[in-house]
């Protein structure tokens, strides 16, 4: 069975970092993409950030503040956010796109899903 199972979410200032983690099982996520997505209340499902072995992908809205990466060897996917602002606030997925030979922004062109971590940016 196929997990993705995010952690290091929280209550932070503006300003301030968080780091996110994605661990992986169920099957061997390195050949695929990795993605982090978030959903703000009231808001559609946005996507933040991906990877496919050195390759990365961020949205307009974090680049420059926000950087994933992988180990492979432990099936994890991270999200360092730095500079946070009070409009980062939502809950971050993690999703991997299964075998996918290109990287992506689109949620269709992802798989798995794990269940979200909330972060939250006070003013």
């Known amino acids: 069975q196929v997990q993705l199972v995010e952690s290091g979410g929280g209550l932070v200032q503006a300003g301030d970092s968080l780091g996110l983690s994605c661990a992986a099982s169920g099957r061997t996520f390195g050949s695929d993409t990795m993605g982090w997505f978030r959903q703000a209340p009231g808001k559609e499902r946005e996507f933040v950030a991906a990877?496919?072995?050195?390759?990365?992908l961020y949205s307009d809205s974090v680049k420059g503040r926000f950087t994933v990466s992988r180990d492979n060897a432990k099936n994890t996917v991270y999200l360092q956010m730095n500079s946070l602002k009070p409009e980062d606030t939502a809950v971050y997925y993690c999703?991997?796109?299964?075998?996918?030979?290109?990287?992506?922004?689109?949620?269709?062109?992802?798989?798995?899903w794990g269940q979200g971590t909330q972060v939250t940016v006070a003013s």
């Open positions: 999703a991997a796109g299964q075998s996918r030979t290109y990287i992506s922004g689109n949620r269709h062109a992802y798989d798995y």
């Open positions: 990877i496919r072995y050195s390759s990365t």
